[in-house]
Each structure stands twice: as structure tokens, then as C-alpha cells.
């Protein structure tokens, strides 16, 4: 079993920029590609962005050019980069852990509240 904490959600204006990190219980975070979803009231959870173990990225359109996901395997944390962030990135953010090996599974965050508004 893997647990996820997050950190660094908050309140920030539009414009403004957060940096959310993943810290994950394991000594085998290697081998995890990590990702970074969102849900919004009333929509449903999406993808915003992920990193492979080699740190290949890609992320959801609505946010390209604006956010950046890495990974610090050596703290088993992983980070979302957040700027430029607007009213509609308003939305619980959830760390997701995934074992390329499928060996563990599939692993949740409980969540951090990233609200932009003015």
C-alpha cells in the first residue's frame, strides 16, 4: 500500500502561480508514473498532467504552457507547477500513483483545494 499526501493548495488571485507536491510512502517511487488530477463541483475527475519514471510528461490541453509536472525520485515526491492559473482551475487536486509493473496497483491522494479567484 502507497500513501499520497499532498500539500500546497490554497486561495490565489488570478495570475497568481502555487506549487503543489506528492510525497509518496514508498522506496520503489521509481517505478510509479505520477500523475496530477482535478475535479471540479459538479464536473468529473480529469487528467491535468502526468510524469513517466524516465519523466516523459504530457498534460491536458487546458492547461499546456501554463503548468509544469515533475518528479524528484530521490524524495519520492512528485510536483505540479501551477501559473497562470485562472478561475476555471478552480477544483480538488489529487496525486495519482500508478506501478508500470502492475504489481501494487493503482493509489489516490485525498485531495488539495486550489482556488483562484479575486
Known amino acids: 500500500q502507497v500513501q499520497l499526501a499532498e500539500s500546497g493548495g490554497g486561495l490565489v488571485q488570478p495570475g497568481g502561480s502555487l506549487r503543489l507536491s506528492c510525497a509518496a510512502s514508498?522506496?520503489?517511487?521509481?517505478?510509479?508514473?505520477m500523475g496530477w488530477y482535478r475535479q471540479a463541483p459538479g464536473k468529473q475527475r480529469e487528467l491535468v498532467a502526468r510524469v513517466t519514471p524516465g519523466s516523459s510528461t504530457d498534460y491536458s490541453d487546458s492547461v499546456k504552457g501554463r503548468f509544469t509536472i515533475s518528479r524528484d525520485n530521490s524524495k519520492s515526491t512528485a510536483y505540479l507547477q501551477m501559473n497562470s492559473l485562472k478561475p476555471d482551475d478552480t477544483a480538488v487536486y489529487y496525486c495519482?500513483?500508478?506501478?508500470?509493473?502492475?504489481?501494487?496497483?493503482?493509489?489516490w491522494g485525498q485531495g488539495t483545494q486550489v482556488t483562484v479567484s479575486s
Open positions: 514508498t522506496n520503489i517511487f521509481a517505478h510509479y508514473i
Open positions: 495519482n500513483a500508478y506501478d508500470v509493473r502492475r504489481i501494487t496497483g493503482e493509489f
